[in-house]
């Protein structure tokens, strides 16, 4: 090495949790769309259904984690290396307790086998990076997540995620609610996309007993443009919402079969 020449630099592994060897598969099969080329006019696609096993050792743990984080006030959250891969692929969702991480400010969930993140995720209020990278069952997040007035970066794979810029997936058909009651803690997520919608995620109201007004929007939340599921109390605050982002569906939709701006 001459004098002019400098070592090379060494960078840390951002995220240990990818060359984890132990035995078993963190993640299951998704094929709700493909992730590496674009669809065809006309494709559809549906949220998942799955339901979170409260029972599972793997949730257990996480419950325990977040207990843990809030008492010591960590400013880290990064759950799944302390998991098993059988454990993480046992969480499908983040317990809504996870909003009582107010000291986070980087939550790190790489190749999790999330299929939805809770509302109360916007309750954390110093979060300034998110990374839910390679969680390829991930497709949506939800609007609260706008309430993270802090988030300045975020790691997301964008070809997981609905409407995304370089293949336009298609978003799940939302469908206005309907007259029959429900309860509304204990929704249907392969119909709402959720297990529960208690608040508007707009005005932070009651929702009707009847479900949700549902909308999609994308919008640029910390480094990345988002499909947003809002689950509203009234037409009037979906009426609220503000504009797309640039490059994406310009406002408030219910997805199915619509025109989308051409991949890029």
């Given at each position: 090495m001459t004098d002019e020449q400098s070592p090379p630099r060494l960078f840390p592994n951002r995220f240990p949790e990818a060359v984890d060897s132990r035995t078993g598969v963190p993640q299951d099969d998704c094929d709700c769309f493909s992730q590496v080329h674009g669809s065809p006019p006309g494709a559809t696609t549906s949220f998942h259904a799955d339901v979170q096993d409260t029972t599972a050792p793997g949730w257990l743990t996480l419950l325990e984690m977040i207990d843990a984080a809030v008492a010591d006030g960590r400013e880290e959250f990064r759950p799944l290396p302390e998991l098993s891969p059988e454990e993480r692929r046992q969480i499908v969702t983040l317990p809504a307790s996870i909003g009582r991480l107010t000291a986070v400010r980087s939550l790190v969930l790489y190749g999790s086998n999330l299929v939805r993140?809770?509302?109360?995720?916007?309750?954390?209020?110093?979060?300034?990076?998110?990374?839910?990278?390679?969680?390829?069952?991930?497709?949506?997040?939800?609007?609260?997540?706008?309430?993270?007035?802090?988030?300045?970066?975020?790691?997301?794979?964008?070809?997981?995620?609905?409407?995304?810029?370089?293949?336009?997936?298609?978003?799940?058909?939302?469908?206005?609610?309907?007259?029959?009651?429900?309860?509304?803690?204990?929704?249907?997520?392969?119909?709402?996309?959720?297990?529960?919608?208690?608040?508007?995620?707009?005005?932070?109201?009651?929702?009707?007993?009847?479900?949700?007004?549902?909308?999609?929007?994308?919008?640029?939340?910390?480094?990345?443009?988002?499909?947003?599921?809002?689950?509203?109390?009234?037409?009037?605050?979906?009426?609220?919402?503000?504009?797309?982002?640039?490059?994406?569906?310009?406002?408030?939709?219910?997805?199915?079969?619509?025109?989308?701006?051409?991949?890029?």
């Open positions: 993140v809770p509302p109360e995720i916007g309750g954390m209020t110093n979060l300034e990076e998110f990374s839910p990278y390679t969680s390829r069952r991930l497709h949506w997040f939800p609007y609260e997540l706008t309430r993270c007035a802090r988030l300045a970066a975020s790691t997301v794979s964008t070809r997981s995620i609905y409407g995304n810029y370089k293949y336009r997936p298609p978003f799940p058909r939302l469908l206005p609610p309907g007259d029959t009651v429900l309860d509304v803690g204990n929704l249907d997520p392969a119909r709402w996309g959720t297990t529960a919608a208690l608040t508007c995620s707009v005005c932070d109201g009651p929702i009707p007993v009847t479900g949700p007004h549902q909308a999609w929007l994308s919008r640029t939340v910390a480094t990345d443009v988002l499909p947003l599921l809002v689950n509203a109390c009234s037409q009037a605050c979906l009426d609220a919402l503000p504009a797309g982002a640039k490059g994406h569906l310009p406002a408030p939709h219910r997805g199915g079969v619509i025109e989308q701006p051409p991949p890029r």
